[in-house]
Structures are given as structure tokens and as C-alpha cells.
């Protein structure tokens, strides 16, 4: 049985220029429609301060024992998800069906980027209605009667949906240090401070006070099997987790950075961003009156009745929308990129050809999910749409599932001294207190919120 070490193996992809280029472009994945989209809405319908609370000890728990396991798998494997899996296995001399779990990570990663394109449409079409003047003084129900409109119409979304798809492989396709690495350094930044203006002006609104205790204080009569379920897929989605998007992007990543420290302030930052979304959310809610509970179209509906109020309100729309924007494309070229390398490793493809290609299949799939807004609308399984089904089946079943196995292999199957190694805790409390994480809390918790989900279970 030999070993490797993540010096010994080389990405063919290249590596990020720095460690700092690493955390932006990995924070880059994890902030996203996942945080001011998908965290408000999920807390909205899971009644707001006990989801939080929830879904903080989530991530501390979970999320960010699971992202160091994902990155140190990714670094010394150093290959695409399912090669990757396939090589430390057999280094460790254990079974190649290991590369299955990559593979999940890679219709994952289809399935999640089908329709977080379809949304992303929708806010490019919230840029063209700022920058037209289309959203200025209007009144609430003029806004929800565009963003009806937009709904209803499914050659529109195509469109949007397909520009947004083009975008993301534009940026694949230029590969590691000049499409991803660049296009997540300057933006991400702005977005944060944007974020704050913004939360400074929910502050000065009616509903703040109501906003903050609605996001902030738990009431724990609402804790339920299915809020759990939703807590965690809402951890695993917005940390990217569980499908190997973390993973490639560690597969870039320099043999001495260390792995803790970055999981960290990813986790960190994705959090806070989160939360002030929710900050920023709610007050508007209650000031205009909106039901927190609306679902998907919750940030749709608030945010511009907010702009067409306040001060430089459009100026501030426009920047806004641009940033969420790049936020999302960010996060999507890492839904692709698992996909892309796998193409070029295993199918010889060039990064320009895998891009296009990975990109088609996405497109395709998202289709479904634009319909499942109009012609589709009344076609549902399990009580959910197409759109809704795809949605919950990736984020509160295969990430969470993909990030168990994750963390049961480093835990349990790879052998402590590799693990160790590409760690370097030292070998004292922090060192054990990972282990316990990773071998006992992580995974028993995550099997504990599905059987309890299941009712089987507290
Ligand atoms: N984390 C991203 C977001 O919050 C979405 C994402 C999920 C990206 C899974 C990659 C992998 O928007």
C-alpha cells in the first residue's frame, strides 16, 4: 500500500495562485443564491429564530468538519471527484466503488445547477428592469404583477436561463487562475459591503424590530423533524457541500496551507452573509406587509419594494442585483467545474469543448424547472413541482448523503496517519477533538436528523 501525499500528486488543471485566491474563490461557492435567496426563504417557511439557531449548530457541527474533510480529500487526490475517490482508495488498498460517491457529486452538481440557473435568470432580469427604469416607482402590487409576468412566461426564462448558462461556461472554459480565480477576487468583496448599506437601511425601517426578533428569536415549539431536514440541507447547500465542488476546488489548493483555518472563514463568512440577508429580508417583510412564509419568490417580492422607496433606490437595486449576479455565477462554475474536469481527465475533451458540453446538459435539465413556473405549474409529485422536487431532493438528501460518506470515509476508512498529514493539527487535543468530530458527531448526527425526520427517531 502506497500513500500519496497531496506534494506527490500534481492537478492537470493548475492550482490557485495563492491561499487567499483559494478562500475567495472557495467563499466565492459557498455565497450564492444559497444565502440571499435559499436562507431567507427556508427560515420564512420553517417560522424564522429556532431554524437559525438550527442551522448555525449545523454548520459548526457538520458543515465545517465536513468541508475539511472535503478539502484534504480533494488535495491529495488531486483528480476530478471520481477519481479522486477512486485513487485514495486504492491507495489505501479499499474497494474502487469509492468512486461512486463522485459521481453523485456530479449529478448533483447538474441537477442543482439546473435550476439555480433558471434563477439566476430572474435576477438578470432584475438588472434590465433597474437599469430601464422599469422598477422606479412602482407600486407593490405593480411589482409582483412584473414578476407574475415573468413567471408565466416560459420563452423569457428560456432566454435568461440560457444567457446566465453562457455566462457560466464562459468562465469555465478559461480555467483555473484566469476564469475562476478572477472572477470571484473583486466582486465578492463589494457584494459584503453593498450587503451592509443595505442592512443599514433596513434599520431605519418600521418592520426592523419585528424583522430581527422574527430571524433572531427562537421559539422552539417550531423544532421538527422536517425543519432538521431543512436546516441541514440548507447547511450543505449553502456551504457547498456534498458534492464535490469543495473538493475540486482543493484539488487546486497548495500542499501547505492549512486545511482548518480555511474551512473556517469560509464557513464564517457564508454564515454571516446568510444571516444578513436575513437581516435585511425580514424587516421588509413585515414593513410592507409581505408573508414571510412566500417561498422562493420572498427576496423577488421584497427587495424592489424596498428600492422604489428608498433614497438613490434604483442605483443601489442595480448594484445590488449586478453583485447577487456574480454571486451566483461564482457559485455556479463550481456546480460545473467537478463535471469539467471529468471530461477532459476521463474523455480527453479540451477545457473549452468540456465546458460547453457540461453546460448543454445543464441547460437541458433547467428547462424543467422554467416550466415547472408556468406549463408545468400544476404537475406534481410528492406535493412538489418539478422545480421544488429537484431542490429538495438534491439539498436535503443527496448533498447531506454525499457529505455523510464524505466524512465516514476520512473517518473511518483512510488510514489516521494520511489523515494526520495532510491535517497537521500536531497530535494533541485539536487533533483528537477532530477526530471525535468527524468519527462520532458528524456522522451520527447527520443518520440522527434523517431518522428523526422519518419519524423514527426523538
Ligand atoms: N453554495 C452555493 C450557494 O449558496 C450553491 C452551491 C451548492 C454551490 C452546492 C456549489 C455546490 O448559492
Not at 407574475?148 to 446566465?164: K, N, Q
Not at 441541514?232 to 497548495?254: D, E
Amino acid at each position: 500500500m502506497m500513500q500519496k501525499k497531496s506534494e506527490d500528486r500534481q492537478s492537470i488543471h493548475g492550482q490557485w495562485s495563492s491561499r487567499w485566491a483559494f478562500i475567495m474563490a472557495a467563499t466565492g461557492s459557498a455565497v450564492g443564491l444559497g444565502n440571499i435567496w435559499r436562507f431567507p426563504y427556508i427560515a420564512g417557511e420553517s417560522g424564522g429564530g429556532a431554524f437559525v439557531l438550527v442551522y448555525i449548530a449545523c454548520v459548526l457541527l457538520f458543515g465545517i468538519p465536513i468541508m475539511m474533510c472535503e478539502i484534504l480529500l480533494g488535495r491529495r487526490g488531486r483528480q476530478n471527484p471520481t477519481d479522486t475517490m477512486a485513487s485514495l482508495a486504492k491507495d489505501e488498498g479499499l474497494s474502487a466503488n469509492w468512486h461512486y460517491l463522485g459521481w453523485m457529486g456530479i449529478v448533483a452538481g447538474f441537477l442543482i445547477l439546473s435550476f439555480y440557473s433558471v434563477l439566476a435568470g430572474w435576477v438578470l432580469e432584475y438588472i434590465w428592469w433597474t437599469g430601464s427604469g422599469r422598477l422606479s416607482m412602482v407600486s407593490g402590487a405593480e411589482i409582483d404583477g412584473l414578476f407574475e409576468g415573468l413567471l408565466a412566461s416560459p420563452l423569457r426564462l428560456l432566454l435568461l436561463h440560457t444567457v446566465f448558462m453562457l455566462m457560466t461556461i464562459a468562465v469555465t472554459m478559461r480555467g483555473v487562475k484566469y476564469g475562476l480565480e478572477r472572477a470571484t477576487l473583486a466582486l465578492m468583496p463589494c457584494l459584503f459591503v453593498l450587503l451592509l448599506l443595505m442592512a443599514a437601511y433596513a434599520m431605519t425601517t418600521d418592520g426592523f424590530a419585528e424583522g430581527v426578533r422574527y430571524l433572531l428569536y427562537p421559539e422552539w415549539q417550531q423544532i421538527s423533524g422536517g425543519m432538521l431536514v431543512a436546516a441541514l440541507g440548507q447547511a450543505f447547500f449553502s456551504l457547498s457541500l456534498g458534492m464535490g465542488a469543495i473538493m475540486i476546488y482543493g484539488s487546486y489548493l497548495s500542499a501547505d496551507t492549512s486545511v482548518m483555518k480555511v474551512a473556517c472563514s469560509i464557513a464564517a463568512v457564508d454564515t454571516l452573509v446568510a444571516i444578513v440577508a436575513g437581516l435585511v429580508i425580514f424587516p421588509l417583510v413585515f414593513t410592507y406587509q409581505l408573508e414571510p412564509s412566500a417561498g422562493p419568490s420572498l427576496i423577488f417580492e421584497t427587495l424592489p419594494r424596498a428600492f422604489a422607496v428608498m433614497p438613490y433606490g434604483q442605483v443601489v437595486a442595480l448594484m445590488f442585483f449586478v453583485l447577487l449576479l456574480f454571486a451566483a455565477l461564482s457559485s455556479a462554475i463550481s456546480l460545473l467545474e467537478p463535471a469539467v474536469t471529468w471530461l477532459i481527465e476521463r474523455r480527453g475533451l479540451d477545457r473549452v469543448v468540456a465546458s460547453i458540453v457540461a453546460g448543454i446538459v445543464a441547460w437541458l435539465l433547467g428547462i424543467g424547472s422554467l416550466l415547472s413556473f408556468n406549463v408545468w405549474q400544476e404537475y406534481k409529485l410528492f406535493d412538489k413541482t418539478y422545480f421544488e422536487l429537484v431542490d429538495y431532493v438534491t439539498s436535503n438528501i443527496i448533498l447531506p448523503v454525499g457529505g455523510l460518506l464524505i466524512v465516514v470515509f476520512t473517518a473511518w476508512f483512510m488510514s489516521k496517519k494520511s489523515v494526520a498529514e495532510e491535517l497537521q493539527l500536531g497530535d494533541g487535543l485539536l487533533l483528537r477533538c477532530w477526530q471525535l468530530t468527524v468519527s462520532y458527531v458528524a456522522p451520527i448526527g447527520v443518520v440522527a436528523v434523517f431518522l428523526h425526520a422519518l419519524g423514527l427517531f426523538g
